[in-house]
């Protein structure tokens, strides 16, 4: 099998040179890429979220579009409208810009409920409704959404369904000094960053889908991952939650699991893997209780506790 492919590797090396400090949202962004999941990605202003997409879609060949969320978006200025031509006397569809392989929701929780709701169809299931047709989006079809957590006036909280569509969440911290200073060595000479090799295309990219999901999961590491989110469904962590991961969380957690491995060159998932994205592939997935948040508990920290508690093999 092949694993960690050329394509894959240049443009991991293309990434790293134009994102500084972000080695973890890089490989985060190639796993969605190689698992056909989607990302919500969170941190404050100025963490270069939308840089770090941007320089992706840049580094492919397939198409991208940009939706900037604000509070009057209407869902049809993202799935597209039908349009009356009068030359014909019919209706025809005009695509939004959702039709894109690589898609940036930005502010995503400025976005309001019912864009949020078609949203939600075209994550869920590859399409967009409109009237009464049914319309497939471009394959493949990745959605990353940023997240600022810093503001709440004229937001619009996630619901829980829709967090559940995103297979990893992504939380940015602020850098250190010495990251900081080599983001303004990098601002400096801005423009010095073109990719040195090539770069996949939509082709590649779909090979290295098809390859990397055929990466082994052993009966062990399945009963590894099981394990650990049906903790989230047992005592003592299910008295701190109000609904505990769903089969959906075992499904994007081996998957993930299957693009780490691939991407570090490896044909079979290891614990350190799974260990690795449980985190970001589960604690979006759990609700808290009242009681659990007003005593400063995060399901990130539930998580933690929950890997500490589980046995890999």
Not at 237 to 257: D, K, Q, T, V, Y
Not at 270 to 284: G, M, R
């Amino acid at each position: 099998m092949e694993t960690g492919g050329p394509g894959l590797a240049a443009l991991s090396a293309h990434l790293g040179k134009v994102l500084v400090g972000h080695e973890r949202l890089i490989e985060r962004l190639l796993t969605g890429i190689l698992a056909g999941g989607h990302l919500l990605v969170e941190g404050a202003p100025g963490l270069a979220k939308t840089r770090a997409v941007k320089a992706l879609a840049s580094a492919l060949d397939g198409s991208f579009a940009r939706i900037q969320c604000t509070p009057d978006l209407l869902p049809s200025d993202l799935t597209g409208t039908p349009v009356f031509r009068p030359q014909t006397g019919d209706f025809e569809f005009t695509p939004g810009p959702i039709f894109h392989n690589l898609v940036l929701v930005d502010e995503i929780n400025r976005a309001p409920p019912k864009v949020q709701s078609a949203l939600l169809e075209a994550m869920g299931e590859g399409q967009v409704t409109s009237g009464n047709a049914t319309h497939a989006l471009p394959d493949p079809f990745l959605v990353v959404a940023t997240q600022n957590p810093i503001e709440h006036e004229g937001t619009f909280p996630l619901p829980e369904a829709q967090l559940d569509r995103f297979l990893l969440h992504v939380m940015l911290d602020l850098p250190d000094a010495v990251t900081e200073r080599r983001i303004l060595d990098l601002v400096e000479a801005e423009g010095q960053g073109e990719a040195d090799a090539p770069l996949p295309s939509v082709e590649d990219i779909a090979a290295a889908r098809t390859s990397a999901m055929g990466t082994h999961l052993s009966g062990p590491i399945r009963d590894y991952i099981v394990r650990l989110v049906t903790a989230t469904r047992a005592a003592p962590f299910a008295e701190e939650l109000s609904h505990p991961a769903s089969p959906r969380g075992s499904l994007a957690l081996a998957a993930a699991a299957k693009a780490r491995a691939w991407l570090r060159g490896r044909d079979h998932v290891l614990p350190e893997d799974v260990e690795a994205l449980a985190e970001d592939a589960l604690a979006h997935r759990l609700v808290l209780t009242w009681q659990a948040q007003s005593e400063g508990r995060s399901a990130r920290a539930l998580v933690a506790d929950v890997l500490t508690a589980t046995e890999p093999l």
